[in-house]
């Protein structure tokens, strides 16, 4: 039964995936976000209360508390079924948004959708479904796109972009010739919109044009300075060959402030939303400074959601303060005025 033996491939990857992300340094060796070149021009007056700030997103028709995006991470396992309520349970408290990881399992094996439903802890919060976007070069169409929406009730759909992580994989889909066509098909077919998403290389301005060309209504640039999926890949490496070959793009790709400028660009009337090594508020306020609409963070996400709801919740209170303080320091009475702040840059 072959097909059964590459569903449960499929499983035991998402398992190898979380465990090396809660176990492992997969982080970039020495290539940084960028976002430490930048800097706030500091008002001391900033003619601003700190209660009156407001941090509200509009989005796909759906308002969010805060420009927080939880990015999509896991789905397939038992483990992630934990996570991902875990994570949904506190975004409903706090009214931000968040995506699920891919879904390509529970597609192939419905018995694993339960893994990824979290409507029924947060049936109110912008939530984002989520397919490789190469599988449109291995079968997939919109059918399948629109089940992974329906499945969990999703607001918007994520194709997610993964070259590299599938270039470097023993088993990965590298089919990548001819796939913007299909992208285009997808968006024209599906009634709700589509997102497409790096996970942690950066797109260039040319991608985010050609995109946003074929109907994407938002870009997640998820630029590289986070978590580099090629390490994550080399420590599940089968053989020391695949080891030296993943291991030596640890460095690879477009720092998280310049993706999200070349998307800028390459897009101008798409949503963008900034995610790859985003450590705290401020590096999100510096994101919506650049022309972002969210700022979304998986790895922190991950490990709190590995504790508990109360870990989650802290975090996502954090995030909120650091965000509204950085506001107020810089005289941005909402998320309008922060994305008309300037920046400094520095060397």
């Keep these: 039964m072959p097909e059964v033996t590459d569903k449960v491939t499929i499983e035991n990857r998402k398992a190898d995936h979380i465990r090396i992300n809660l176990e492992k340094d997969v982080q970039f060796p020495r290539l940084t976000t960028g976002l430490e070149r930048y800097r706030f021009l500091h008002q001391a007056l900033p003619e601003l209360d700190l209660d009156e700030i407001d941090m509200r997103v509009d989005l796909f028709g759906k308002v969010s508390s805060a420009p927080i995006l939880i990015s999509s991470m896991t789905g397939g396992t038992d483990l992630a079924h934990r996570i991902n309520q875990n994570l949904a349970e506190a975004a409903q408290q706090h009214g931000i948004a968040m995506g699920v990881g891919s879904q390509r399992a529970a597609i192939e094996n419905a018995e694993l959708a339960y893994s990824l439903q979290v409507r029924n802890v947060a049936p109110d919060i912008l939530l984002f479904a989520n397919v490789g976007a190469v599988q449109l070069n291995y079968g997939y169409g919109v059918d399948q796109c629109r089940r992974a929406v329906e499945m969990i009730e999703a607001d918007a759909l994520i194709l997610h972009f993964n070259v590299l992580q599938e270039a470097v994989q023993p088993e990965g889909d590298t089919r990548f010739a001819g796939l913007l066509a299909r992208v285009e098909t997808v968006c024209r077919a599906l009634d709700v919109p589509v997102i497409a998403k790096e996970v942690g290389w950066g797109f260039s301005e040319k991608n985010a044009r050609d995109l946003a060309s074929a ?126 702040t300037p920046l400094i840059k520095v060397s």
């Excluded at 080399?234 to 790709?253: L, Q």
């Excluded at 402030?257 to 508020?281: F, H, M, T």
């Excluded at 919740?313 to 509204?324: H, N, V």
Aim: glycine share 12%.
């Design 215 to 340: 109907g994407v209504a938002a870009i997640d640039v998820a630029g590289a300075g986070g978590t580099s999926w090629s390490e994550v890949e080399y420590h599940r490496a089968p053989t020391a060959f695949h080891a030296r070959v993943a291991a030596s793009f640890a460095d690879w790709g477009i720092p998280t402030a310049e993706a999200i400028q070349y998307a800028v660009a390459g897009a101008p009337n798409a949503k963008i939303i900034a995610s790859g090594g985003l450590r705290d508020g401020i590096d999100i306020a510096k994101s919506i400074a650049l022309g972002a609409t969210l700022g979304g963070m998986a790895g922190p996400f991950l490990k709190a959601a590995d504790q508990s709801v109360e870990v989650v919740d802290q975090l996502i209170r954090e995030l909120s303060a650091q965000i509204r303080i950085a506001m107020l320091c810089t005289g941005a009475s909402n998320i309008s005025a922060l994305q008309q």
